[in-house]
């Protein structure tokens, strides 16, 4: 039987390439490649592993027709990046969307096709309801427009990412060598972060699987779950990124739970103080026995009051349970920012004594405050610090005379994790453990953390105080984790701001999706946002959702002429930026020789010089005078980071920085600000984003 003809579109491309190396060793089909340059040494080398070559291009469309002759599959795509480095954003727009018309149309005139596989986005602009326009986007979105009004293509056409409709695609997934630069990383860069962090003397780390619950009307929710079994799928789902995140880390690490991650069941029995779902038991105690198995420890995270006594109730029976070995296994977290905490760490206290089990106890600040309602909420943040370092202090003294008036009451066997990025916090306590070390008293054992990429200063601090000082006394032993968290950065940097609590599942993009994640998510794209049921994707369409959604100093609000004013000068001044200037960053980054890149490097500094500059002449330190971020600096933080990070560890010319103290201080002035802001820099991890922006640009210039 013949061989069906697969003919693939960019097969020099990161995309295309990739699809050949799947399907090559695959009898069924005959591999034709479509390129430019036949005689490029990519394409040359292609055509030694027994792939036809064939040369058409995208801007001529009668040169498709006669590639695709005889294909029974067609994978199409298109590059807005590379036109956007010489054309800036919207003319890039125009021509990459002609070039898709061009495979769309050529694809619908191949008379023996049976499936198109069409590389695509999520359309923003009809799902912001017009207010939103991303150029990479909607030149795609044109050609899905096209294709939704031919039936007859439409019924052979899959966009790339929809895996439940292409059983051929789902295969050919698993077998994608290449990674999307966004919201996640896969199993193999975790385990690679992870050493890392170890190798620079960090006890271990925390990791933490969270999942949105989808938000799903309840008759959408009973096709999901199959009633007859008694089986729910959120659970399900839930236990097994669970025991998939506890299989990345080890010896020593800490696995933290949210449990309102597991779904609408479990966070209905949590609110209304009801026993857990069955299926929910049973999934906690197989994920703490699996974690025992890897000596893993396991944090249950606090949440927000309305389902904080269901967890503390869950947390205490899994420390009952297991805590009994002398060591704490079960964490239970605390937030100094509330006003109760002292009495009920108190009272969980007594019963860890009479129950004769350990007591895990992780102290955190607290993370709900936007949301929670504010008589719970200590006055000031110096009301917090104080509450917050004196149950510190108690719990390592092991003396509670300031929570209760039974002076008789002895302490409990007890661990301590102090997650906090507050340097002083963080010294006070670890005096207090030195001290009592030197005087022979009771030691309780205390750990450390931080996010990664945040209060490393802290983290660093702690590691050093791990040695002998001159004295040649020895400092209690220091424990330090790093708290890993990654994802879509300008998505980031508007949460952080905003302050809005969030959950993130980590998606591996080397696999396909589950159909968990498609049931909430149905194109399977990242990074997303689920906001009560509705989904929205693109970082910075989420990160302007956000500012929109929730009012504050991030945008104007108000009706009013001055405020459309303001939102205008900062939507103008991110345009300008983004296709005046960074345009030319790129150009610079992704030259093929040294003189290229630095005539970029120059139109770069130039264009800074000609058209931002005068933007930013009355920023204090943020745009239009505002001593807050806005949303100016939101849509652009995680670029500035870059622009100015990158040539300085040898990525794109120096001079694309070099000069920009003298020719462009506003800018300079204002660049620095945003990348010392916490918001900004929160999950920036600079040697990660130089090493992976060198291998990027290695591969494509390869």
């Given at each position: 039987?013949?061989?069906?003809?697969?003919?693939?579109?960019?097969?020099?491309?990161?995309?295309?390439?990739?699809?050949?190396?799947?399907?090559?060793?695959?009898?069924r089909?005959?591999?034709?490649?479509?390129?430019?340059?036949?005689?490029?040494?990519?394409?040359?080398?292609?055509?030694?592993?027994?792939?036809?070559?064939?040369?058409a291009?995208?801007?001529?469309?009668?040169?498709?027709?006669?590639?695709?002759?005889?294909?029974?599959?067609?994978?199409?795509?298109?590059?807005?990046?590379?036109?956007?480095?010489?054309?800036?954003?919207?003319e890039?727009?125009?021509?990459?969307?002609?070039?898709?018309?061009?495979?769309?149309?050529?694809?619908?005139a191949?008379?023996?096709?049976?499936?198109?596989?069409?590389?695509?986005?999520?359309?923003?602009?009809?799902?912001?309801?017009?207010?939103?326009?991303?150029?990479?986007?909607?030149?795609?979105?044109?050609?899905?427009?096209?294709?939704?009004?031919?039936?007859?293509?439409?019924?052979?056409?899959?966009?790339?990412?929809?895996?439940?409709?292409?059983?051929?695609?789902?295969?050919?997934?698993?077998?994608?060598?290449?990674?999307h630069?966004?919201?996640?990383?896969?199993?193999?860069?975790?385990?690679?972060?992870?050493?890392?962090?170890?190798?620079?003397?960090?006890?271990?780390?925390?990791?933490?699987?969270?999942?949105?619950?989808s938000?799903?009307?309840s008759?959408?929710?009973?096709?999901?779950?199959?009633?007859?079994?008694?089986?729910?799928?959120?659970?399900?789902?839930?236990?097994?990124?669970?025991?998939?995140?506890?299989?990345?880390?080890?010896?020593?690490?800490?696995?933290?739970?949210?449990?309102?991650?597991?779904?609408?069941?479990?966070?209905?029995?949590?609110?209304?103080?009801?026993?857990?779902?069955e299926?929910?038991?049973?999934?906690?105690?197989?994920?703490?026995?699996e974690?025992?198995?890897?000596h893993?420890?396991?944090?249950?995270?606090?949440?927000?009051?309305?389902?904080?006594?269901?967890?503390?109730?869950?947390?205490?029976?899994?420390?009952?349970?297991?805590?009994?070995?002398?060591?704490?296994?079960?964490?239970?977290?605390?937030?100094?920012?509330?006003?109760?905490?002292?009495?009920?760490?108190?009272?969980?206290?007594?019963?860890?004594?009479?129950?004769?089990?350990?007591?895990?106890?992780?102290?955190?600040?607290?993370?709900?405050?936007?949301?929670?309602?504010?008589?719970?909420?200590?006055?000031?943040?110096?009301?917090?610090?104080?509450?917050?370092?004196?149950?510190?202090?108690?719990l390592?003294?092991?003396?509670?005379?300031?929570?209760?008036?039974?002076?008789?009451?002895?302490?409990?066997?007890?661990?301590?994790?102090?997650a906090?990025?507050?340097?002083?916090?963080?010294?006070?306590?670890?005096?207090?453990?030195?001290?009592?070390?030197?005087?022979?008293?009771?030691?309780?054992?205390?750990?450390?953390?931080?996010?990664?990429?945040?209060?490393d200063?802290?983290?660093?601090?702690?590691?050093?105080?791990?040695?002998?000082?001159?004295?040649?006394?020895?400092?209690?032993?220091?424990?330090?984790?790093?708290?890993?968290?990654?994802?879509?950065h300008?998505?980031?940097?508007?949460?952080?701001?905003?302050?809005?609590?969030?959950?993130?599942?980590?998606?591996?993009?080397?696999t396909?999706?589950?159909?968990?994640?498609?049931?909430?998510?149905?194109?399977?794209?990242?990074p997303?946002?689920?906001?009560?049921?509705?989904?929205?994707?693109?970082?910075?369409?989420?990160?302007?959702?956000?500012?929109?959604?929730?009012?504050?100093?991030?945008?104007?609000?108000?009706g009013?002429?001055?405020?459309?004013?303001a939102?205008?000068?900062?939507?103008?001044?991110?345009?300008?930026?983004?296709?005046?200037?960074?345009?030319?960053?790129?150009?610079?980054?992704?030259a093929?020789?040294?003189?290229?890149?630095?005539?970029?490097?120059?139109?770069?500094?130039?264009?800074?010089?000609?058209?931002?500059?005068?933007?930013?002449?009355?920023?204090?330190?943020?745009f239009?005078g505002?001593?807050?971020l806005?949303?100016?600096?939101?849509?652009?933080?995680?670029?500035i980071?870059?622009?100015?990070?990158?040539?300085?560890?040898?990525?794109?010319?120096?001079?694309?920085?070099?000069?920009?103290?003298?020719?462009?201080?506003?800018?300079y002035?204002?660049?620095?600000?945003v990348?010392?802001?916490?918001?900004?820099?929160?999950?920036?991890?600079?040697?990660?984003?130089?090493?992976?922006?060198?291998?990027?640009?290695?591969?494509?210039?390869?």
């Amino acid at each position: 039987m013949a061989r069906k003809i697969v003919t693939v579109v960019g097969a020099t491309g990161v995309q295309g390439g990739s699809i050949i190396d799947a399907l090559l060793n695959d009898d069924r089909y005959h591999i034709r490649a479509v390129t430019r340059n036949v005689e490029s040494q990519p394409a040359k080398a292609l055509t030694a592993r027994g792939v036809e070559v064939v040369q058409a291009t995208t801007d001529d469309a009668l040169s498709l027709t006669d590639a695709f002759e005889g294909s029974a599959i067609i994978f199409g795509v298109t590059d807005f990046f590379g036109l956007f480095a010489s054309h800036g954003a919207f003319e890039a727009m125009e021509i990459e969307s002609r070039q898709a018309l061009n495979l769309a149309k050529a694809a619908a005139a191949t008379r023996t096709l049976e499936h198109y596989v069409w590389s695509t986005l999520p359309d923003a602009k009809t799902q912001s309801s017009g207010q939103f326009l991303v150029p990479h986007f909607e030149s795609k979105n044109i050609a899905d427009r096209f294709i939704l009004s031919q039936p007859e293509l439409l019924a052979k056409t899959t966009p790339l990412f929809n895996i439940e409709r292409n059983p051929f695609l789902h295969t050919m997934l698993k077998n994608l060598l290449y990674n999307h630069f966004c919201a996640g990383e896969n199993a193999s860069e975790v385990k690679a972060t992870i050493n890392n962090i170890k190798n620079m003397g960090f006890r271990g780390v925390i990791l933490t699987y969270a999942k949105e619950t989808s938000g799903k009307s309840s008759s959408e929710k009973d096709s999901l779950n199959d009633e007859s079994q008694g089986v729910d799928n959120e659970i399900m789902a839930w236990h097994q990124g669970v025991l998939q995140t506890i299989r990345m880390i080890g010896d020593g690490d800490f696995l933290a739970l949210k449990l309102t991650g597991a779904g609408e069941a479990v966070t209905t029995a949590l609110s209304s103080g009801k026993p857990l779902p069955e299926q929910m038991e049973s999934a906690l105690l197989d994920v703490c026995n699996e974690a025992i198995s890897r000596h893993v420890n396991v944090f249950v995270d606090a949440e927000q009051h309305h389902v904080q006594p269901g967890i503390d109730k869950v947390a205490l029976n899994l420390m009952r349970r297991y805590n009994r070995s002398g060591v704490a296994v079960v964490f239970n977290t605390y937030q100094g920012y509330l006003k109760s905490t002292p009495r009920i760490l108190l009272d969980h206290l007594h019963k860890a004594r009479e129950e004769e089990f350990v007591m895990g106890i992780k102290l955190v600040r607290g993370a709900y405050m936007s949301t929670e309602p504010r008589h719970l909420i200590h006055n000031t943040k110096e009301e917090t610090d104080i509450s917050y370092d004196s149950i510190a202090e108690g719990l390592i003294r092991g003396q509670y005379a300031d929570w209760t008036q039974d002076e008789a009451f002895n302490s409990p066997k007890l661990e301590l994790f102090l997650a906090t990025h507050n340097l002083p916090s963080t010294l006070k306590a670890q005096k207090l453990q030195n001290s009592r070390m030197h005087a022979q008293l009771p030691l309780i054992r205390i750990q450390y953390g931080q996010l990664l990429g945040m209060a490393d200063e802290v983290s660093l601090t702690l590691l050093q105080t791990n040695r002998e000082d001159t004295s040649g006394k020895r400092f209690a032993a220091t424990e330090v984790y790093k708290c890993l968290t990654w994802g879509a950065h300008r998505a980031h940097i508007a949460l952080n701001e905003l302050k809005l609590p969030f959950e993130e599942e980590i998606i591996d993009l080397s696999t396909p999706r589950t159909p968990e994640y498609l049931a909430v998510n149905p194109r399977g794209l990242v990074p997303s946002l689920s906001y009560n049921g509705q989904i929205i994707t693109e970082s910075g369409i989420v990160a302007q959702f956000l500012a929109d959604a929730h009012p504050s100093h991030l945008v104007p609000t108000g009706g009013t002429p001055e405020a459309a004013l303001a939102r205008a000068r900062i939507n103008f001044f991110v345009d300008i930026y983004f296709t005046k200037a960074n345009s030319q960053y790129h150009k610079a980054l992704f030259a093929k020789t040294n003189e290229e890149a630095e005539a970029a490097a120059q139109e770069f500094v130039k264009q800074l010089e000609k058209e931002v500059e005068p933007l930013l002449s009355d920023a204090a330190p943020y745009f239009g005078g505002s001593k807050t971020l806005t949303l100016a600096e939101v849509l652009t933080g995680s670029f500035i980071l870059r622009l100015l990070a990158l040539p300085k560890n040898g990525v794109g010319p120096e001079s694309l920085i070099k000069d920009l103290p003298t020719k462009t201080p506003n800018f300079y002035k204002w660049a620095t600000a945003v990348i010392e802001h916490p918001s900004v820099n929160s999950i920036w991890n600079e040697e990660n984003v130089v090493s992976r922006t060198k291998a990027f640009l290695e591969k494509q210039k390869a």
